[in-house]
């Protein structure tokens, strides 16, 4: 959520399908009745499953989305919501300006190709800029997308880093990380995932960066105020209803379990459809899961193999 000095209003992403009304809730408890600018960086479930709520419940200006499809019905809720409104959807990509102002500059720095496999990597970053401290917010991407950047030459140095991909390891390559250099990092992660982020490997890269790490699991939700000179940090705890009980400490999350189901050779995702070795550090949620018993069936159901445990 950003707040712009004039009092309009721009959201990236809106959560899982359960976020939405929570989302709403938010927004409205902090003054919000119009959303002016509307950014889905990219059609997975976890980003965009509250977006239909949010459309149906404030004046919309400007929605941009990457010019990518996906069959999911979560998808198709939000195409709907967005047909219901009458609004029209623009193109985010590289070099795509939304505000350009004497002091204040909001515009996309990817996704900067198209074709590509995963959808993580269809994600629109935006660069916000005002005065002169700088906002990057990466929803999912990884290291092809961050490659591509560092190769257009965009101007990526930023204040504020909003981690790629939850703080997983298949993000925040060192070359991105060193362009960005940015003095805090924000990671949006749901306690006791299942997916372990963020990663052991990405926390490493930004502390020895010596990057100031706010996690929304621990600090629940981070309010960063700038006054186009200085950057000031508040966390406001939980502002969403927790998703696991509160222990008062902090536990690790467990390592992705085997399932014992029998003939579950291979796991599938419901929502990226791609197919996983059981052991992948990638696994999705249960809900999300689909069972085969060989790489052929999978393929044949129109699953793509992840490139990352490579089934």
């Known amino acids: 959520m950003v707040q712009f000095p004039d009092g309009r209003n721009m959201l990236v992403d809106a959560g899982n399908n359960d976020d939405g009304p929570a989302v709403v809730s938010y927004l409205k408890s902090r003054g919000v009745s119009r959303i002016d600018y509307l950014v889905a960086t990219h059609p997975h479930e976890d980003h965009i499953g509250g977006m239909d709520n949010v459309i149906r419940a404030f004046d919309i200006g400007q929605v941009y989305m ?12 939000v195409l709907l919501a967005v047909k219901e409104k009458g609004l029209k959807i623009s193109s985010a990509r590289a070099g795509v300006t939304v505000l350009d102002q004497e002091n204040l500059k909001v515009n996309f720095v990817a996704p900067v190709g198209t074709g590509y496999e995963d959808l993580n990597n269809w994600s629109a970053v935006v660069r916000i800029q005002y005065g002169s401290t ?10 092809q997308s961050e490659e591509e950047m560092l190769a257009s030459r965009a101007n990526l140095k930023a204040d ?14 060192p070359a991105f990380l060193k362009a960005v250099a940015p003095k805090y990092a924000v990671i949006s992660v749901g306690a006791w995932n299942d997916y372990g982020h963020p990663h052991k490997e990405t926390l490493a890269k930004l502390a020895n960066a010596g990057v100031q790490v706010y996690r ?15 950057i000031t940090v508040e966390k406001l705890g939980s502002t969403i209803r927790p998703r696991a009980p509160d222990t008062g400490s902090m536990v690790a999350p467990a390592a992705p379990v085997t399932p014992t189901r029998s003939g579950g050779g291979y796991i599938g995702n419901k929502n990226s459809r791609k197919f996983h070795l059981p ?33």
């Open 66 to 77: 990457p010019r990518v499809t996906t069959t999911t019905k979560t998808f198709e809720d």
């Open 134 to 143: 700088v906002f990057l917010l990466t929803g999912d991407t990884e290291a």
């Open 160 to 173: 504020v880093l909003k981690v790629g991909h939850h703080g997983s390891s298949s993000s925040t390559t």
């Open 216 to 230: 929304t699991d621990r600090d629940g939700t981070v309010v960063f105020t700038s006054d186009g000179k200085n």
């Open 279 to 311: 052991s992948c550090s990638t696994l999705p949620a249960e809900h999300n899961r689909v069972y085969f018993k060989t790489r052929e069936e999978a393929i044949s159901a129109g699953y793509t193999p992840c490139k990352r445990c490579n089934p």
